[in-house]
């Protein structure tokens, strides 16, 4: 791999790697030059075919099997990438879950395991991978556009997930802003995923209001995350980044 690209000598990881949004980061990360490992917590046969890809192409890949919301196993998956690789250069916190439903039928410990994985593993991963960044760090979270425009009912639980999100990031810039690591966030809108299918059935909700008149693909959300990581963001840190196709303007 070329030593010219702009990630080269850098190490990430993705939480949520294996599939969708994170597989495609995970593949432009190393694609920049990054030793990339991404955590799965259910899918292994998709989460080595992201590592395998990744390695065909000539980079460096890692898959742990990490549930994000399992504090214990995240602050594993974060340390053992370290200790893999030599160093922790780029977190990119993009596992999460949305188990929607009206508010008065959310099940407690649907709202629980939301909490746990889209917050709790959130501030987990990020606490632990700054025990190893040194200056020029990067900690990119992936929010939702639903923190901007709520545009259909049953996700409000979800809403408020990554809104504490949204809140964790600006205040955190202060924290280490000082020791050189920059914080964003990168809001997708409606993307094509496995959670969210261009031809599923928010997709009839929300398509008319996209401004370019089609769902956004997963690479789309990679390459600002892949700006974000590389060291052109040096002086974004705080950002809330919508990436959504004119959803919320």
């Known amino acids: 791999m070329s030593s010219n690209l702009p990630l080269t000598g850098k190490t990430a990881l993705v939480t949520g790697g294996s599939r969708s949004i994170g597989a495609a980061i995970a593949k432009r990360l190393a694609a920049d030059g990054a030793a990339v490992a991404i955590t799965y917590s259910a899918s292994p046969e998709k989460a080595e075919a992201v590592v395998a890809s990744i ?37 990119v916190n993009n596992a999460g879950i949305a188990i929607n439903a009206p508010i008065d039928q959310v099940k407690f410990e649907d709202y629980q395991r939301m909490i746990a994985v889209n917050v709790t593993g959130v501030f987990v991963a990020t ?84 401004a370019i008149g089609r769902y956004g693909q997963s690479h789309e959300i990679a390459s600002v995350v892949a700006y974000l990581a590389s060291p052109e963001s040096a002086f974004v840190t705080g950002a809330d980044i919508v990436a959504d196709g004119g959803f919320t303007a």
Do not use: C, W
């Open 55 to 91: 390695r065909a192409s000539g980079g460096r890949a890692l898959a742990i099997q990490a549930d994000a919301g399992n504090p214990d196993a995240v602050r594993a998956a974060v340390n053992r990438t370290a200790a893999e690789f030599g160093n922790l250069d780029v977190l």
């Open 127 to 210: 606490q632990e991978a700054l025990r190893h960044m040194k200056a020029g760090g990067r900690i990119i979270h992936i929010g939702s556009s639903m923190t901007k425009y709520a545009a259909f009912p049953t996700a409000s639980v979800y809403t408020l997930t990554k809104g504490a999100v949204a809140g964790f990031n600006r205040s955190l810039v202060r924290d280490v802003g000082p020791r050189g690591v920059t914080v964003n966030t990168v809001h997708p809108g409606p993307t094509d995923t496995d959670m969210n299918p261009a031809d599923g059935p928010v997709a009839q909700i929300v398509g008319p209001g996209m």
